[in-house]
């Protein structure tokens, strides 16, 4: 579904017709180097679940294991060559530059990497409010707290209603310990949009983090209510029940992420 929806927002930049008469070819463009790029990232990230499923059952799947790795190594190298590729072919393209980030450089914990990555992209489109919102998520991963602070505040200036800013300002406020002000950007945010999973788990994680246990679980229970009406990611519950230190739900809840490709 991101693939396609990818295309879709890619054949309005470049002009592509994908189907009928007069049709260019995708795959040449730099566009379509770039979904090629995401739809191997997929694949390399298929690699490395199958990897470490083979690895808990045991010695017995060391060959198989070894042969994983190898193709792991092998299909992470030729991933990046592509997204460089991208880059070369565009280089004042920003998205470019995102998903490089978000999809690659991510993956491989090379954090100093995405946030060099990710400043280009607001470099070169200053406002877009996605690459301002992503670059507040690499600052975090890099534990650059005070940054993505600052950083987050800045992309919810641009726009208040904007999802991920609303996310990534909460996420910046709890690694910062200012659980008070993430749960009231949450709570005051439902207001406009209530039961939005994104603004229940920014409040029942800044709760957990207070340790106000008991509003923590019953935001659980409304991101769990939240399930029967629409998309609401696994990880946002087993994110909570961590920072309860609740280990077993915890880690239940990552298994069923797991096993929802979430």
Not at 18 to 25: P, V
Not at 112 to 121: L, Q
Request: proline residues 2%.
């Amino acid at each position: 579904q991101h693939l396609f929806t990818q295309i879709n927002c890619l054949k309005k930049h470049d002009g592509l017709s994908l189907t009928g008469k007069g049709r260019r070819s995708f795959s040449g463009s730099r566009m379509g180097s770039l979904v090629l790029v995401q739809t191997a990232a997929m694949f390399h990230h298929d690699h490395l679940r199958r990897r470490r499923l083979h690895q808990s059952h045991g010695d017995e799947q060391n060959a198989e294991v070894v042969e994983l790795a190898e193709a792991r190594n092998h299909d992470g190298e030729e991933v990046e060559r592509e997204f460089k590729r991208a880059v070369e072919l565009d280089p004042k393209y920003s998205y470019d530059h995102v998903a490089y980030a978000g999809s690659y450089l991510t993956a491989m914990g090379r954090a100093d990497e995405v946030v060099r990555e990710t400043e280009r992209a607001v470099e070169l489109e200053p406002v877009a409010l996605i690459n301002n919102s992503l670059l507040t998520t690499a600052y975090v991963l890099s534990r650059q707290n005070d940054r993505a602070l600052q950083q987050a505040l800045k992309a919810y200036d641009l726009d208040p209603n904007f999802p991920l800013a609303q996310l990534w300002l909460g996420m910046a406020y709890i690694v910062n310990g200012k659980y008070e002000d993430a749960s009231s950007l949450g709570i005051d945010s439902l207001q406009k949009s209530p039961a939005k999973p994104q603004l229940l788990f920014i409040v029942g994680q800044a709760y957990a983090n207070a340790g106000r246990r008991q509003d923590a679980l019953r935001f659980i229970e409304l991101l769990k209510e939240a399930e029967k009406t629409q998309y609401v990611r696994t990880y946002y519950i087993a994110s909570i029940y961590a920072a309860l230190r609740d280990k077993d739900n915890a880690f239940a809840e990552l298994e069923q992420s797991f096993k929802d490709k979430d």
